[in-house]
Every structure is written in structure tokens, then in C-alpha cells.
């Protein structure tokens, strides 16, 4: 049992270490050992705060703290000191466990460098954003699908008047003058419709109504519905709604997209340092150069000339395009983009900005997802982009987050899974031993006997229980995955009332088996094994001495649903919902103090969800609770 521990402790793929009370290091896996570049000589028996910085060291030792004074599974978050001087992030994530009756904390740590680093880029980049959205030449203003403003710039309060507090308070149709009250649909219908642009009437905080013209663009974040309302000030400024942002082509300078402009000639007179960086040529390769041919090939470079002018013709403003583009010599690159024409007051063609996105590797989402952000926040580049496209790549960085997130969880769950299950085989041993050990000179040899083969059964209990997690570590791991096959449903559940019938009988409580003994099912054996353990053990758990458990079988449409009932404490109806789900389920002592982590029910809930089957209960407090589960019938 021991050997397989420490196989099983090696070989995992996060770092564990043993830590006492005062930090100091027990033992330590090979990852540990590389997440601090330390040789086991040079780990052992040295305190972990000795890798981290003053501040990190005492949230570690605050940290420890509070798991040997709550006995609750806990994480944190830490910078180790590398010996080269770099820094590495990481979230410890410790559960108090028991060795040689002593307490130390089972700590798993987990690289979180790259998260920290992408959190770092962003509030990076929002920076930059804000300043730009801050000094901009254009009245900025964030509505929600309500129309209610948000946020304003600077420049908003130049030409509206009104204070940012003020503006919190008003709602955009509180500044359209009646003549203007018609644009208030292209707003209200802004989701329906991929292009929002107009002009209309504003009165300002004076009372005073100027003609403007203005742009609505999305924000990067659907679940809010936030809008985006570029206000420009009136045609005696200049130029219409895309002036501005083609005008302004320093913003693009430090961003993480491509960016190129053209004049009316349809020569290059910009291009920014990520575009140059893609293609592998200085500014002055291509500036100048005709129709962006010096960035891409003839036939592209003839394409947008084409569309720039039909747009021009049929008097669109923006055009979008997606292609495979081979730059020079180099490997091929997916770009998405669009082409924000710019006219002046008399509707002549003055030139054109292009916006690239390179969306070839998966890997460059999330720095993709920011760039974009900042193009969306920006002024009129934001239109080249579609509703659905947008859609799409919020999509899946959520399921991004969503991944990292459930990453996380699955680690913490699986050491407190640990600890848990394998304290009920623990307890049966340790019972068998006291009883012998204190009665030894009284027991006759049939009673030694007996007691002695409960010992080893307990034994070997325990180590097929520690087996068993170490396989559904490995199916976590994606090493192997779950095997079903047809399964006698009686020989697991009598397996299962062996490892707790002594535990039943020192409460007095009856165990009571009705599965039919010619049942079977189509699952995984050991998840089944789990689940029954599990329920088993909640039941005795929660039952007063001298009562009764019950287990049983039925066959309902192609399935069978188990059975395992008590006529324990009950739960209460508020904490009924919660019971199968994750940070709500809270563990609770048993009728005689017993002890546990809360985890059992969620691993019952995936490993049957897992064998395609469903798990729910019905109870009241004071009468006992009834669980249920399914499984196909083989």
C-alpha cells in the first residue's frame, strides 16, 4: 500500500509536497522539486518559505495556519524566487492529512506564470486604452442595451457639457432633440442591424442643439450588451464619422493587429510595426508602393482595389475581407480584416485604412481577443469586424477560462478525495486493532482469529480502495480512461457492505441488502464500487444508533435505479439543492461527530453522470433520506 502511494505521489503532474506546521518540507515529488529547480538533498527538511520572497512567506505561513486550525481544504496564490532571480507564479491548493499521528498539510502547487503573465498584458493594454479613449479627438460615449450611459471621455464634456456624474444620470435620448428622435430606433436596434450611422440632433447642457454625426460599434462583451456611441461634432468640423480614426494612425502604433493606410491615390503612407513584423519588411519597403502590393500578393492586392472601389460606387464606408495570404517566403497566414474608407464634407474619396487580424494559431487567442478589444474600444476601426465574428472569439475565450477554471477545481477536488476516502477503511482497522489490543489477554483464539481475518479483510479493503484512486487519477489525467463493461450489481454491493459492516454494528445499525442478486448493469466497475461506498457511508453517517439502512434495486425502462435509504437525521430543504454541486456542498459532522470533506456526493454525481446515468435525492429532516441512482441495465 505504502509502495503504491509514493508511486502514485511521484508521478503525478502537479507538484505535491508534505509540509509541517512551520513550513518546513517532509517530502516532495519530482515536479515540486522542478517548480523550485532544487535538488531533493537541498529541499528536504528546509523550510518552503526559504524559496519565497518575505510577503509570499507570510501568506504561506498564514496559509498553513488556517488549515491546522480549520481542518478545511484552502489555496493561495505565491511568487517562488528561482535561483537564476526570476520569479514563478504559482496557487497552492494544501488539505490536512494524518501521518504517524501527526498532522501535516498535503499541498498540491501549480505553475500559474502564463495566467499571470496574460492578466499583466491586459491591464497593459487597457491602460493604453483608456489613454487613447481619454485624449481622443471624438466624443466617446458607453450605453447600455438600455440606452443609459455609462462612461464618457473627455472630449464628451467639451461639446455636451455635461460633468461625467451627469452623464451617469441620463439616458442618450435625454440629449436627442424631437428632431432627432427617429435615430433612437437605429439604437434600440442596434443587435438587429451589422451597421448603426447617422446623423442627428443634440442638445446640450447650455440648451443648445447642433447637428452631429455619429457611429454606434460593439463593445467586446455580449453577456453586459454595453454599446459603443462615437459622436462627432458637427460637418463644420471637418470631415464625417471615419475621419478621425483613419487620421489618427499613431493609435495603431503599439497594438497587436495589423494596421495600413492608403491616400486617394492609392498609395501606402502607413503601416504599423505589427504589420511590419508580419510580412518581415522595414516602412521603407513599403511605403508608397501602390494598392498594398509590397504586403501582399498581385492578386489580393487587386482584390481589395476591386472591392474599395464598389464600396465607393454603392457608398459604403467599410468593407470586410478573409484570406490566405503566403508572405514572401514565409508560411501562410490567415488573415481577417476589413477596409474603413475615409471621405471629406463633400462625400470624395480621401483614402483608406486596413485592419488585419492574424487568426492562423490557436494559441495567440487570447492576446488576439485583447487586440481586438482594443480595436472595438477604439474609434471607427471597430466596424470592420461583424456581430457573429466577435460572437465567435468571446466563445471560446470563454471556453478558455471555462477549461483553466475546471482545471483547477479538478486538482483541489481530487486531493481532498484523497483524505476522504480513505479515512472510512482507515477507521475499520483502527477499530479491529484497538479491540484486540486491549483485550487481547481476555480473547480466546477463535476470537483472535476472527478478529485478526477482520483485520486483514480491512486491509486489503484499503489497499484496493487506494488502487482504485490511483486508477480514477490516471482516467483525470487522461492517462486511461473508464472501461464499461456487464457488471453483477450484487457482488459490488456486497463488496461494499463487507468494508462497512463493522463500522454499522458499532452504531447498532442494521444493514439491510435487498439487490437482486440477477442484476446487472453496463458501467465502469470502480466507479460503481465508489458510488455505492459513498452513499453506504453516508448513511451510516448520518443514522442514529439501533436504526436501519436499507439498499435495493429496481428495473424501470432499460435502466436500473439503486436504492440506499436511512431513517437518519434528513437534510434540510435549503441544503437539498446543493448537495451535488461544487464550493456550495459544505461537509457536516455526523450523528456521533464523524467527520468528512463535503466531496463524496460530487464524486457520486460525475462517476455516474460519467456511466450516462442520474443521481438525486428526497428527504426530510427528522425521517431519513432516500438517495437514488441509475445506470443502464446490461
Not at 503599439?254 to 491616400?263: G, L, M, Q, R, S
Not at 476591386?306 to 514572401?328: C, Q, R, S, W
Not at 436499507?550 to 435505479?561: H, P, R, T, V, Y
Request: net charge negative; with cysteine.
Amino acid at each position: 500500500m505504502e509502495k503504491d502511494f509514493q508511486k502514485f505521489f511521484e508521478n503525478a503532474p502537479v507538484g505535491y509536497f508534505v509540509l509541517n506546521k512551520s513550513t518546513v518540507i517532509k517530502e516532495v515529488n519530482a515536479v515540486g522539486l522542478k517548480y523550485l529547480r532544487a535538488l531533493t538533498q537541498n529541499v528536504i527538511d528546509k523550510k518552503l518559505t526559504e524559496f519565497l520572497s518575505e510577503s509570499a512567506g507570510d501568506r504561506l505561513s498564514f496559509h498553513l495556519g488556517s488549515i491546522f486550525l480549520t481542518n478545511e481544504p484552502q489555496s493561495c496564490e505565491l511568487s517562488i524566487s528561482l535561483p537564476n532571480g526570476a520569479k514563478k507564479n504559482v496557487q497552492l491548493s494544501s488539505s490536512l492529512i494524518t501521518i504517524n499521528n501527526e498532522d501535516f498539510a498535503l499541498s498540491v502547487m501549480t505553475d500559474i506564470s502564463d495566467l499571470k503573465k496574460n492578466e499583466q498584458d491586459y491591464e497593459h493594454h487597457k491602460r493604453k486604452f483608456l489613454a487613447a479613449v481619454e485624449n481622443s479627438n471624438d466624443a466617446i460615449l458607453v450605453l447600455d442595451a438600455e440606452l443609459n450611459i455609462l462612461e464618457s471621455n473627455n472630449k464628451t464634456k467639451t461639446i455636451i457639457e455635461y460633468t461625467p456624474d451627469e452623464l451617469l444620470k441620463l439616458n442618450i435620448s435625454d440629449l436627442i432633440v424631437p428632431e432627432g428622435e427617429t435615430d433612437l430606433k437605429i439604437f434600440g436596434q442596434f443587435f438587429k442591424s451589422r451597421k448603426s450611422e447617422g446623423t442627428c440632433f443634440i442638445r446640450n447642457k447650455s440648451n443648445n442643439n447642433f447637428k452631429v454625426n455619429y457611429r454606434i460599434v460593439p463593445r467586446f462583451s455580449n453577456d453586459q450588451h454595453l454599446l459603443f456611441l462615437n459622436l462627432f461634432e458637427d460637418e463644420n468640423g471637418g470631415g464625417t464619422a471615419g475621419a478621425s480614426a483613419v487620421q489618427s494612425t499613431e493609435i495603431f502604433n503599439d497594438v497587436n493587429f495589423a494596421a495600413a493606410k492608403i491616400n486617394k491615390q492609392g498609395s501606402l503612407v502607413y503601416s504599423n510595426n505589427y504589420l511590419l513584423n508580419l510580412i518581415g519588411k522595414q516602412q521603407d519597403q513599403v511605403l508608397n508602393s501602390n494598392w498594398f502590393s509590397e504586403i501582399f500578393d498581385s492578386d489580393f492586392s487587386e482584390q481589395l482595389r476591386t472591392e474599395l472601389e464598389t464600396a465607393l460606387k454603392n457608398g459604403k464606408n467599410l468593407f470586410e475581407f478573409n484570406t490566405d495570404i503566403i508572405f514572401g517566403e514565409k508560411e501562410t497566414k490567415n488573415i481577417s480584416g476589413s477596409v474603413i474608407i475615409e471621405r471629406d464634407s463633400d462625400n470624395e474619396f480621401l483614402g483608406a485604412v486596413l485592419i488585419g487580424l492574424d487568426t492562423s494559431h490557436e494559441k495567440e487567442l487570447l492576446k488576439s481577443i485583447e487586440a481586438l478589444n482594443q480595436k472595438i474600444e477604439s474609434n471607427d476601426e471597430v466596424m470592420k469586424k461583424s456581430e457573429a465574428e466577435i460572437s465567435e472569439l468571446n466563445a471560446k475565450l470563454i471556453k478558455v477560462k471555462n477549461e483553466l477554471k475546471h482545471l483547477s477545481a479538478d486538482k483541489d477536488q481530487y486531493l481532498s478525495i484523497i483524505a476522504h476516502d480513505l479515512r472510512s477503511p482507515f477507521s475499520a482497522l483502527y477499530g479491529f486493532t484497538e479491540y484486540v489490543y486491549n483485550d487481547f489477554e481476555k480473547l480466546t483464539k477463535d476470537e483472535l482469529r476472527d478478529n485478526f481475518n477482520n483485520i486483514y479483510k480491512s486491509a486489503k479493503s484499503m489497499y484496493n480502495l487506494l488502487d482504485n484512486l490511483l486508477q480514477w487519477s490516471r482516467i483525470q489525467s487522461g492517462k486511461i480512461k473508464y472501461e464499461s463493461s456487464q457488471i453483477n450489481a450484487a457482488k459490488i454491493v456486497n463488496t461494499v457492505l463487507e468494508l462497512y459492516k463493522v463500522i454499522a454494528e458499532k452504531k447498532g445499525i442494521e444493514i439491510i441488502n435487498n439487490i437482486d442478486e440477477n442484476i446487472f448493469v453496463t458501467a465502469d466497475e470502480t466507479m460503481l464500487e465508489i458510488t455505492l461506498r459513498n452513499l453506504l457511508s453516508n448513511a451510516v453517517k448520518f443514522s442514529e444508533r439501533n436504526s436501519k439502512v436499507w439498499i435495493s434495486s429496481d428495473e424501470e425502462d432499460g435502466e436500473i435505479k439503486f436504492t440506499v435509504e436511512d431513517e437518519g437525521i434528513g437534510i434540510d430543504k435549503d441544503v437539498l439543492p446543493k448537495l451535488f454541486k461544487l464550493h456550495q456542498n459544505k461537509s457536516t459532522p455526523g450523528t456521533e461527530g464523524e467527520e468528512g470533506t463535503g466531496l463524496g456526493l460530487l464524486l457520486c454525481k460525475e462517476f455516474v453522470t460519467k456511466n450516462k446515468g442520474k443521481i438525486w435525492v428526497e428527504s426530510k429532516v427528522g425521517t431519513g433520506s432516500s438517495f437514488f441512482f441509475t445506470l443502464p441495465a446490461a
